[in-house]
């Protein structure tokens, strides 16, 4: 992807950064539309890691750095980790799960390039961007997945409400026999 500099003063972007912007409002307005909690949130998260990301490189006037590792990226990366995880642990959803496995990729990418200088700059630029396009499609079936569940079985639970009870909170049962 190509960032523009301060002095282009956020001009034209390439097609990618077009379509990922697109896609983003699209699953967006589409988790408004039709998803609960967890979907809202989830994408939520993807607004913020491209509002996040055109931030980033307006403040810092320059393109990623693929040449080591680029913290404001790593930064991005690891709060949107977090986030997703959050979602996964309370979400009565699966699909989290994955977003969170996909984003951590992204953020051991980071520690891949810090670790070994040998990994080129087009695996470093893949390890941390593909993730993101798997999110999105995930993201999308999440959202899918949700409004047909709706549709087939009504409203459901979007958050889980506890765990599963301790051995000492069960009831006990008498003696047989």
């Known amino acids: 992807m190509t960032f523009p500099s301060r002095e282009a003063n956020l001009a034209p972007v390439s097609w990618t950064w077009a379509f990922n912007i697109a896609t983003m409002a699209m699953l967006f307005a589409a988790a408004l539309?039709?998803?609960?909690?967890?979907e809202r949130?989830?994408?939520t998260v993807v607004v913020f890691m491209n509002v996040g990301d055109r931030l980033?490189?307006?403040?810092?006037?320059?393109d990623t750095i693929y040449a080591s590792v680029d913290i404001g990226?790593?930064?991005?990366?690891l709060t949107s980790a977090a986030l997703f995880i959050s979602v996964a642990?309370?979400?009565n959803r699966i699909y989290p799960l994955w977003l969170s496995a996909f984003q951590l990729v992204s953020v051991v990418s980071h520690f891949?390039?810090?670790v070994d200088g040998k990994v080129g700059n087009l695996t470093y630029a893949v390890l941390n961007y593909a993730p993101y396009n798997f999110i999105l499609l995930i993201l999308a079936g999440g959202i899918w997945a949700h409004a047909r569940r709706v549709k087939r079985f009504g409203p459901y639970r979007s958050w889980r409400?506890?765990?599963n009870?301790?051995?000492e909170a069960l009831p006990k049962s008498p003696p047989i026999g």
Request: net charge positive.
């Open 33 to 38: 539309r039709w998803g609960a909690g967890p």
């Open 41 to 43: 949130f989830c994408a």
């Open 161 to 163: 409400t506890s765990s």
């Open 56 to 62: 980033y490189h307006a403040a810092v006037a320059r």
């Open 112 to 114: 891949v390039r810090e």
């Open 73 to 77: 990226h790593l930064l991005l990366d």
């Open 165 to 167: 009870p301790s051995r």
């Open 89 to 91: 642990l309370r979400a």
